[in-house]
């Protein structure tokens, strides 16, 4: 007769104390700052708008001879993105490194 294999639950919502709980924070916090800055800027430019042209201040101000909006858009988000996935990395291995390092030292 087999035996039956090892099922595991993984749920986002409800992670495991240790390595998997400072893991999800980490991705919340990642997501978060991607959201934030994806979505709220944008939101800002449409909220700052003005009703006959729907042109703000963010939008008539220019950095490196571009609209700010065009510029943070086009240029500062995909460099926004790459330091979210260098910060990601530094967090993860750091994470990692310290539950090997506790792991180590319960089986000693």
Avoid at 24 to 45: D, E, N, Y
């Amino acid at each position: 007769m087999r035996e039956k294999p090892e099922q595991y639950d993984v749920n986002l919502f409800r992670p495991k104390k240790g390595y998997m709980g400072g893991e999800v924070a980490i991705i919340v916090a990642v997501l978060v700052g991607w959201g934030v800055l994806t979505f709220g800027f944008q939101l800002l430019v449409w909220l700052m708008g003005e009703p006959p042209h729907g042109a703000s201040i963010l939008t008539r101000l220019s950095f490196f001879n571009l609209p700010l909006h065009y510029w943070f858009t086009g240029q500062f988000l995909p460099l926004w993105f790459i330091i979210l996935c260098i910060v990601f990395n530094v967090y993860i291995d750091r994470l990692t490194e310290y539950h090997s390092r506790r792991r180590d030292r319960t089986y000693e």
